[in-house]
């Protein structure tokens, strides 16, 4: 997905025209052909440790490093080639309503500002890595600076990447002018800076909410905006080394289980080349496609039974989306009322199991997992009635009389076809359950299941497509995890803080009881969903918060999954919500598109939230006596 920038013109003088196009040519392969590689040797890697363990019982103890090593290359790398094709999510909502003039200017710094960042944050990732050449990764015993020189590499080649497309820009007065206003904004902040460390955690709500806010409403890539608001905190309010951020954000970029992200994403392209997809569709069609959105509410459907099989919900969204969006599209479906639904449901399963979150919870409270894992499904289809509610109302003057209803042997005969497109979720959801494959692995199985259907029963598979599906998996990986990665610094930085000890205090003062209690924790709750990802805010608020809802009489699984529900809307809600940009790259559309249609979805979900909030029966209304 591109972002809305200023036509990008050649330099005026035909040589240096010539030496730009010279470097694309050169650097377009030498990232984009490595990071094919490696998405192939992440699924060779991870597939030859299930059959190795499964088939042989024999578990390749160094095959999850490996793929972990690989896997910060493959993110660094796919950011590259997101910021070549300027496909980093940026809100233009504001800037896209303004003038030609002033537009083309916030333009020019949604580059020049990216720009700024790995400038001054690349001697610190060098550092990092270098750090890291004292450290001996324990199966492959090498040392770990193989994968943390991913961070300094990538950061070099994105700034190359930045400046090519400045000197690309024709208008060198916009140039000049976005340094201008970059260096003057880091001139203030530098000279503000003993000011700063007296105002403790004000500089909170300067750094990340008045700096990210300007940043995001300008039109500058959520990832950077991000970074820059972390990386001036650190550096200017506190007394913190900037290279615990680089670490911070290497975390948050390798964590083992967002392997599935790449994974998924690639089976969502190969679902759709192989005809596994058409195939689908159409039997879902032939059975609802003669009802008012009868595509969205499969869409619902679909990703309540995928959830919880990756452990990722960009996994779960990436590998949902490619199947479904391009018929609903064909059938009149709006592109922001799509990538709305999608994000909607995203907040919908975060309490189907086996969630993460859910473990997380169970690991740092006490709380029983089999108990989170029982009282999560319920939740989840409540918050499904009210988004198919919502779907109903939405589509209910639709005109389907041009919609012939399916006869019983049409559907028959698309349901012969579609049977073993419709066995992969219960293939992948089985490998999970017995214990076959991990929570990462299972896309493999779901990769190397689709191309030989795609072969022996649907007899397509275009080679000559491989390569840009490679490529668009790397480039959407890059971008998902940028963000995250940057989310997660952001997250660090406000742990330590204190930020986190003061709010339980505050929430335990409030007056009114449990009631009260719950009522502030859903708003805390989806306000850090905005801002933290589910397990970093559960780790953080978790031990303090539920001890005092225990003391308030309230079921510990019944709160949990009142707090995992608040994050899940905040985590998908826009403007800072991480999650509803993940769905706009996936779905390839514009942040702007879904921002007003996916206000009736988080209603619908707040609805949903306060019932299950309101009635604890349906969290614990299962769970053995």
Not at 124 to 147: H, N
Not at 202 to 228: D, E, H, K, R, T
Not at 377 to 402: E, F, M, N, Q
Not at 479 to 487: E, F, K, N, T, V
């Amino acid at each position: 997905m591109e972002e809305r920038t200023l036509p990008i013109m050649p330099a005026d003088h035909p040589s240096g025209r010539r030496l730009l196009d010279m470097c694309q040519t050169v650097l377009t392969p030498l990232v984009e052909v490595p990071a094919a590689v490696l998405v192939l040797a992440e699924v060779a890697v991870l597939f030859a440790g299930v059959v190795s363990r499964a088939v042989f019982h024999s578990p390749l103890v160094w095959s999850d490093e490996l793929a972990s090593i690989l896997f910060i290359w493959l993110a660094m790398l796919g950011s590259v080639i997101a910021l070549q094709r300027g496909a980093h999510m940026r809100m233009t909502a504001l800037v896209g309503r303004m003038k030609p003039g002033p537009r083309a200017f916030l333009d020019v710094v949604a580059i020049a500002a990216p720009l700024a960042f790995l400038a001054v944050f690349t001697s610190s990732a060098y550092e990092f890595a270098s750090e890291q050449a004292f450290i001996t990764t324990p199966a492959l015993e090498i040392s770990d600076a193989w994968r943390a020189a991913a961070m300094p590499v990538g950061c070099a080649l994105m700034g190359i990447v930045a400046m090519l497309r400045l000197a690309r820009v024709g208008n060198w007065k916009l140039v000049a002018g976005a340094a201008f206003l970059i260096v003057l904004i880091a001139g203030a902040v530098v000279l503000a800076q003993p000011a700063l460390h007296g105002l403790g955690n004000a500089n909170l709500l300067i750094f990340f909410v008045g700096f990210v806010a300007l940043m995001v409403l300008s039109g500058v890539p959520i990832a950077f905006s991000f970074a820059l608001a972390t990386f001036g905190y650190l550096s200017q309010a506190t007394s913190m080394p900037v290279v615990i951020m680089v670490g911070r954000m290497d975390e948050g970029m390798s964590h083992i289980i967002l392997l599935a992200v790449p994974l998924f994403i690639l089976l969502g392209l190969l679902m759709e080349m192989t005809g596994m997809a058409r195939a689908m569709v159409a039997f879902l069609g032939s059975l609802l496609g003669h009802v008012r959105g009868g595509l969205q509410f499969v869409l619902i459907g679909a990703m309540y039974l995928v959830s919880g099989i990756s452990g990722s919900k960009a996994a779960d969204m990436a590998a949902v989306a490619p199947v479904l969006f391009p018929e609903m599209k064909k059938r009149g479906a709006k592109q922001g009322d799509l990538v709305a639904l999608l994000a909607a449901t995203g907040a919908q399963t975060e309490t189907i199991p086996p969630s993460l979150v859910l473990i997380t919870i169970g690991s740092v409270t006490g709380v029983s997992i089999s108990a989170l894992f029982t009282g999560g499904l319920l939740p989840g289809v409540i918050l499904g009635i009210t988004l198919c509610a919502l779907v109903w109302w939405r589509y209910r003057k639709d005109d389907t009389s041009k919609v012939e209803r399916a006869s019983r042997g049409q559907i028959l005969r698309t349901l012969a076809v579609a049977v073993p497109a419709l066995a992969l979720p219960f293939v992948i959801r089985v490998a999970v359950v017995e214990g076959i494959a991990t929570a990462t692995e299972v896309s493999t199985i779901g990769i190397v299941y689709s191309v030989v259907i795609g072969i022996l029963f649907y007899r397509r598979f275009d080679l000559k497509r491989l390569y840009p599906m490679l490529i668009e998996t790397a480039s959407l990986t890059g971008a998902i995890l940028l963000i995250i990665g940057a989310a997660t610094g952001m997250a660090w930085s406000l742990t330590q803080s204190g930020f986190s000890t003061m709010l339980a205090r505050a929430m335990h003062n409030v007056p009114g009881g449990a009631p009260a209690f719950m009522a502030i924790s859903i708003i805390a709750f989806i306000l850090l969903g905005s801002v933290l990802e589910g397990i970093p805010a559960i780790v953080l608020f978790g031990p303090l918060l539920f001890p005092i809802a225990q003391g308030l009489g309230i079921n510990e699984v019944h709160y949990a999954m009142v707090v995992v529900l608040a994050m899940g809307v905040g985590l998908f809600a826009p403007p800072f919500g991480v999650g509803y940009y993940s769905a706009c790259v996936i779905s390839k559309v514009h942040p702007d598109e879904g921002m007003r249609p996916i206000v009736g979805y988080m209603l619908a979900l707040v609805i949903g939230l306060i019932v299950v909030a309101v009635v604890p029966w349906l969290s614990t209304g299962f769970l053995p006596t």
